[in-house]
């Protein structure tokens, strides 16, 4: 856990959601699209509450947990600088795995966009549902972020010098059999685990969630700067954002992504 904390201490967050746009607006669109109208909602690892923010606009109660100490003041400092302190119950410094603050079926819905990337532990994964499910009230939606172990393959294979130690075939193909990824480089992304895509909906059945959708987040990454500059100069950006909202949830385009939300609700 040291090593997740040290990396977002000095990573820019928010930042990565504004460079990365589309994934924020395929997500957003998705989680409004499956909440309830009203209610209080769980931001399960954070961050520092960019999604948080929003569901604060749309008027929820919003509990914003993150492990990170710093990411949490800036979530506080960003929920002051946009007047909606109010609609927080609370900023928490908090363990995926271990939310004993927080009482049994709390929130009406619960996001999770960011703990399963980091634990490469069954066992901790294991945690972290058995926590997700016991704070998430029965008939309550979860969103919950996993990243995809087929595209992490193929990213290895475009850019080796990248990701080492998957700069060797021998190296992919154990990182395709176990799912966790241990970056060589010091300071870059953190040791984490990727799911197969197939596992994902399986996976979270057995905590008693129905599964109700497992979209592509990031599909729109395979489009290189030429291609938005072209779409921008002939005035159809607005309708390819639309079009890779739409093909978010085609399961034969998943394994383009690099991350992946599926949506279920607690039974």
Known sequence: MSEIISYYNQFDEWGRLEREPIEYQVNWYYIKKYLPQTGTILDNGAGPGKYSMELAKEGYHVTLADLTPRLVDIAKNKAIELNLKNQFNDLLVADARDLNMLGD??????????????????????????ELKRVTKKEGVVFVAFMSRVRHIFTSLLH?????????VDAINRFSENGCFNHSDKGRFTDAYYFNIEEIKPFMESYSFESLELLGSNVGA???????????????????IKLIIDKATDPYILGISTHLLYIGRRK
């Open 222 to 240: 395979i489009l290189n700067k030429d291609s938005w500059d072209y779409w921008k100069a002939k005035g159809e950006e607005d309708k390819v």
């Open 160 to 168: 080796p010098e990248n990701w080492k130690p998957n700069n060797s």
């Open 105 to 130: 079926e709390q929130f009406d819905a619960s996001l999770m966009l960011g703990p399963m990337y980091h634990l490469q532990d069954e066992m901790d994964r294991i945690k972290a549902m058995n």
